[in-house]
T-cell receptor
Framework: DAGITQSPRHKVTETGTPVTLRCHQT?????MYWYRQDPGHGLRLIHY???????DKGEVSDGYSVSRSKTEDFLLTLESATSSQTSVYFC???????????FGQGTRLTVV | SQQGEEDPQALSIQEGENATMNCSYK?????LQWYRQNSGRGLVHLIL?????REKHSGRLRVTLDTSKKSSSLLITASRAADTASYFC?????????????FGQGTRLTINP
């Protein structure tokens, strides 16, 4: 497996609480992505990063923020979790555009 | 809305048969990729086809790309039970949004022994 680790792997949290998911890579890849996966929707892009402190929104960014202060870490924060954010979250990395992406094992988040 | 849309959403065939999945997309692309996901796992890259290529092979996989129709197909020949998984296409758009990697909804493939 590519050197990409997501933490935590599972989390249950209450509505209204902040939650931070971490994606850590050891590959020194430039691009990092956060997706959510829900039945019937496939993978939807939340945010992505194209370098340290360089991030941009994806198609479902509302309610999420990200930060990348180091090449190896890409954090996804739910400022105030809602039940609609219950999902499986995947991080992906790649060296550059037009290259294959490597995925983490996913984080299953349940908001109750 | 998502760039890629797969068809069919679900496919069930007998072991040994060929499986064909289709992907349609909306904007001009630099390349199209196919990924596989086993239940509960992360996605694994299968094959990448560039916009100037029409067909590509990798083992039992054959991918075609028709940029005039904005569509691609993934053919798995001589299917095996281990091919049971979900398959996704993803596109690298050209121009604005080129840094995004956008996925479709996927096709759930079941191979019956």
């Amino acid at each position: 497996d590519a050197g990409i680790t997501q933490s935590p792997r599972h989390k249950v949290t209450e509505t209204g609480t902040p939650v931070t998911l971490r994606c850590h890579q050891t590959e020194n890849h430039r691009y990092m992505y956060w997706y959510r996966q829900d039945p019937g929707h496939g993978l939807r892009l939340i945010h992505y990063s194209y370098g340290v402190k360089d991030t941009d929104k994806g198609e479902v960014s509302d309610g999420y923020s990200v930060s990348r202060s180091k090449t190896e870490d890409f954090l996804l924060t739910l400022e105030s979790a809602t039940s609609s954010q219950t999902s499986v979250y995947f991080c992906a990395i790649r060296t550059g555009l037009n290259t294959e992406a490597f995925f983490g094992q996913g984080t299953r988040l349940t908001v109750v | 809305s998502q760039q890629g849309e797969e068809d069919p959403q679900a496919l069930s065939i007998q072991e040994g048969e060929n499986a064909t999945m289709n992907c349609s997309y909306k904007t001009s692309i630099n390349n199209l990729q196919w990924y596989r996901q086993n239940s509960g796992r992360g996605l694994v890259h299968l094959i990448l086809i560039r916009s100037n290529e029409r067909e590509k092979h990798s083992g039992r996989l054959r991918v075609t790309l028709d940029t005039s129709k904005k569509s691609s197909s993934l053919l798995i020949t001589a299917s095996r039970a281990a091919d049971t998984a979900s398959y996704f296409c993803a596109t690298d758009a050209r121009g604005q949004g080129a840094q995004k990697l956008v996925f479709g909804q996927g096709t759930r493939l079941t191979i019956n022994p």
